[in-house]
């Protein structure tokens, strides 16, 4: 009588990592208004409070830092109370969630009643390229593992920079800039927005709305941000590092 051995099971295959360095980070922050789910966004776990801020400006519900009672965080969640006055707007609110950038809800009316925007301050090419050069040594979080998006909020008439803030999402680095500037009561109209990322419409938006007459990027815009900047009026410096830059309202 013969048997036959059993047959050696074959050992998992070892798949390799290579080239894994430091990674951003990326958490779901789900913001809860008045225990109503308005928004998740894919961000970074870091300056939560002034993306919070600048998300519910952005989008219409609130108008200063003050309109919100309390605003709580637990694990990936932002609790926010809004004082009685603005109550309203949470229950009201029906955002578009645009997929191209975490972030970016923009209304289904967003061409209809755009601001009109006009600078009270005069800049150059030159001024806005030496103020752009100040980004890398600010994009800390970018130095040490790429991945990330790097936005300035600068006084145009004094010609220097408040605040800059990282996110992984564009849109997101653009919200944190308006709620630290809501946090110290800035004025918004003598201020320009200095960004590494592409400017689309609901960049272009988050600016109007807060009243930012100028939006300066590395990189390009999309076409949705050009009709916005032609009907609004805002100024716009596109690739504004390279030797042919795009100027719109300058």
Same mark, same amino acid.
């Given at each position: ?11 998992? +295959? ?7 360095? $430091? =990674?951003?980070? +990326?958490? &779901?922050?789900?913001? %809860?208004?008045?225990?109503? @789910?308005?928004?998740?966004? /894919? @961000?970074?776990? !870091? ?13 219409? =519900? *609130? ?25 309203? $707007? ?9 997929? #191209?950038?975490?972030?970016? %809800?923009?209304?289904?009316?967003? !061409? ?10 005069? !800049? ?23 991945? *990330?998006?790097? /936005? ?8 220097? *920079?408040?605040?800059?803030? +990282? ?20 004025? !918004?109209?003598?201020?320009?927005? =200095? ?6 419409? +609901?960049?272009?938006?988050?600016? &109007?709305?807060?009243?930012?007459? #100028?939006? *300066? /990027? ?13 009907? /609004? ?14 100027? &719109?309202?300058?």
């Amino acid at each position: 009588m013969t048997t036959s051995k059993p047959a050696r099971k074959k050992a998992p +295959e070892r798949r390799r990592e290579i080239g894994l360095v $430091a =990674l951003p980070e +990326e958490t &779901l922050l789900e913001i %809860e208004v008045d225990g109503r @789910c308005l928004g998740r966004l /894919s @961000c970074s776990p !870091f300056q939560r409070r002034e993306l919070v801020l600048g998300w519910l400006f952005s989008q219409g =519900l *609130i108008a200063v830092a003050a309109d919100v009672s309390s605003l709580r965080f637990r694990e990936d969640r932002a609790g926010v109370r809004l004082r009685p006055a603005g109550a309203g $707007a949470g229950r009201r609110f029906q955002p578009l969630q645009v997929t #191209a950038c975490s972030g970016g %809800e923009v209304p289904a009316t967003m !061409f209809a009643g755009l601001p009109a925007l006009s600078r009270d301050y005069e !800049f150059t090419l030159a001024q806005a390229v030496t103020l752009m050069e100040q980004l890398p040594a600010r994009a800390r979080m970018f130095r040490r593992h790429g991945g *990330i998006h790097c /936005s300035m909020l600068a006084d145009m008439k004094a010609r220097k *920079i408040l605040v800059s803030r +990282e996110d992984i999402g564009r849109s997101n680095s653009v919200d944190k800039l308006i709620g630290w500037g809501l946090t110290q009561k800035s004025d !918004f109209s003598r201020c320009a927005v =200095l960004t590494t990322g592409r400017i689309s419409a +609901e960049m272009a938006l988050k600016c &109007l709305h807060a009243r930012i007459p #100028a939006l *300066i /990027s590395q990189t390009t815009l999309t076409g949705k941000a050009l009709a916005i900047v032609r009907r /609004s009026g805002l100024t716009l410096v596109g690739h504004v590092l390279k030797p042919r830059p795009i100027l &719109l309202n300058f």
